[in-house]
């Protein structure tokens, strides 16, 4: 009962595995349905605790496994990511990619297993393993159009500096466990931080979450791969990992009980400094993405300065973040495929043809700015109020001014298509596509009007 | 100690190979050597300590490191289909 949806979603990955070998009955939809049913079934089980008020929290296996709110939540989070994902892989595939539709599925729903057993663990040994598992698929995922060229390159790319920044972080990992003499965080008596090797190991493994979430001076391979991955996979990629990331940062902070805000809050000075200043320059839709998810990171880092009040803005914010960047994902993928360019120019006077679809990528773009009354608002609220909070007034300055900044790509985007001409037949966006923009909106208006349904 | 300088080492050439060549397979070796240099720290601290623990990460770091060269050397197979060549600076199409 305890490991339901890990062991549904490890029984689904390897039921399509197999179906994609065998194929006894061909067919795109019945994939996609059992896939979705699937997920949606591992979604449910997660909150069957609750219902049956069993022992659920708890650690399991010697303390290798954790069940508590805080790996509740990210669960969560992922599955909900996963079954959009597959939501919006149904037209993409269909136009793009065509092949082996069933191995994608295995790898994405290996990928989110790997995601889960990360933010699970107190261990370094399983949140290294869930690292890899979710790294491994990536990698394969990213490089899934194999005769385009960007596609192979991004991949390579990805695979190369991946690879790079898990061998530094293991450095430090095993330095680590030359000092504490365990792996298991929450065994650690007191980290000595100050003396060189303790600081040179915790750095290190900082470094290794640091890659995944596109934290400066890690964030170069971001583009390149946000880019020439499958949108879909972009997508995923801009906020499943990155969530992982926080949630281990959050839970070696937590556990470790050490002191490195002032480390953290210049991190994330400079990572939001270079997304928003890269993004500025950008043409392509999915680079702008990927600059802009780099300066939302730096955003989502501020919150780390403060314990007490900023790891829940951190959560709020990253949940937030979630949804607005997987519903303006969404609109790219449809842009993409209607308007055969991910070039923003090729938008011109897209309101005209699908107010629609206009009017929510204008909602998500203004929920990543912070504009009240949307959920980004609330989130960016709360990680400033944190940092002012914890003595950190500057951070937060930065943080404005940032956001100020940001408002002039985000807006360019949206005055392209609201006030330059182009063509203007009306189009109709599918459903699938639809629905998944329509479950974002409502998450990042209702969390922006009601925030404390999650608290 | 010694072992730990030699681990050191080992690292430090792996570190710099892997940001110095430019053979997509020559890079993936230099990170295997780092991760060797990795499991030589692991091994001797478990020695030091008297805790099997670090002994078994270097079995799990052993088994990923195997699939991680299936997996890189997949991807770098694709490349020289695509590319016609191994070179990572010849892979450029995407830049700021």
């Known amino acids: ?455 | 100690m010694d072992i730990l300088a030699i681990s050191l080492i080992l690292f430090g050439l792996g570190l710099f190979g892997a940001l110095t060549r430019k053979n997509a397979v020559a890079i993936l070796m230099s990170i295997e050597l780092m991760l060797n240099a990795v499991n030589l720290n692991f091994v001797y601290f478990s020695r030091t300590l008297i805790d099997l623990s670090g002994q078994i990460f270097t079995l799990f770091i052993i088994a990923a490191a195997a699939a991680e060269a299936a997996i890189g050397l997949a991807i770098i197979l694709n490349l020289y289909r695509e590319f016609g060549d191994i070179d990572v600076e010849k892979a450029a199409l995407l830049k700021w």
Request: neutral net charge.
């Open chain 1, 1 to 455: 009962m305890i490991f339901l949806p890990e062991l549904i979603l490890l029984g689904l990955a390897l039921l399509i595995l197999t179906y994609d070998f065998v194929k006894i009955i061909p067919s795109r939809r019945l994939l996609v349905a059992v896939t979705l049913g699937g997920l949606a079934l591992s979604f449910l089980s997660v909150f069957l605790p609750f219902l049956t008020e069993s022992a659920s929290a708890g650690s399991f296996l010697s303390n290798m496994y954790l069940v508590d709110s805080f790996s509740i939540i990210f669960k969560t989070l992922f599955l909900l990511v996963g079954l959009l994902v597959v939501v919006l892989n149904y037209d993409f595939f269909a136009s793009a990619v065509k092949k082996h539709e069933g191995e994608f599925y295995f790898l994405l729903l290996t990928s989110l297993l790997g995601l889960i057993l990360m933010v699970s663990s107190p261990n370094l040994l399983m949140i290294y393993l869930g690292m890899e598992t979710v790294s491994f698929t990536s990698y394969l995922l990213v490089g899934w159009q194999k005769s385009v060229q960007r596609s192979s390159e991004a991949s390579l790319k990805y695979f190369l500096f991946g690879a790079l920044a898990s061998a530094i972080f293991l450095y430090g990992v095993s330095f680590f466990y030359g000092l504490n003499g365990t792996l298991d965080l929450s065994r650690v008596a007191a980290m000595n931080i100050v003396s060189p090797a303790g600081f040179l190991s915790i750095l290190l493994i900082l470094f290794g979450f640091g890659f995944k979430i596109a934290m400066a001076p890690m964030q170069f391979w971001c583009p390149d791969v946000y880019e020439g991955a499958p949108t879909p996979i972009t997508a995923y990629l801009s906020v499943a990992p990155k969530a992982a990331g926080f949630a281990v940062i959050l839970r070696l902070l937590t556990l470790l009980n050490i002191d490195l805000v002032t480390l953290l809050a210049l991190l994330s000075a400079v990572t939001m400094t270079i997304g928003n200043l890269a993004a500025l320059r950008q043409r392509n839709i999915k680079r702008l993405l990927a600059y802009s998810s780099i300066a939302q990171a730096g955003y989502i880092l501020i919150g780390l300065v403060s314990p007490e009040l900023g790891y829940s803005a951190v959560i709020f914010y990253l949940i937030v973040y979630t949804l607005a960047n997987l519903g303006a994902f969404a609109a790219v993928i449809y842009l993409a495929e209607k308007l055969g360019s991910e070039d923003i120019e090729s938008y011109s006077g897209f309101a005209r043809r699908s107010p629609v679809m206009a009017f929510a990528f204008a909602v998500f773009f203004l929920s990543l700015i912070g504009i009240p009354p949307l959920a980004g608002f609330i989130g960016k609220f709360l990680l400033f109020k944190a940092a002012v909070g914890a003595g950190f007034l500057w951070l937060a300055i930065v943080g404005v001014v940032n956001s100020v900044v940001s408002v002039y790509y985000y807006m360019n985007v949206m005055q392209i298509m609201y006030f330059r001409n182009g063509d203007e037949s009306a189009v109709k966006i599918p459903a699938f596509i639809s629905l998944a923009i329509w479950v974002c909106l409502a998450g990042v208006v209702a969390l922006g009007v009601f925030p404390n349904i999650l608290f």
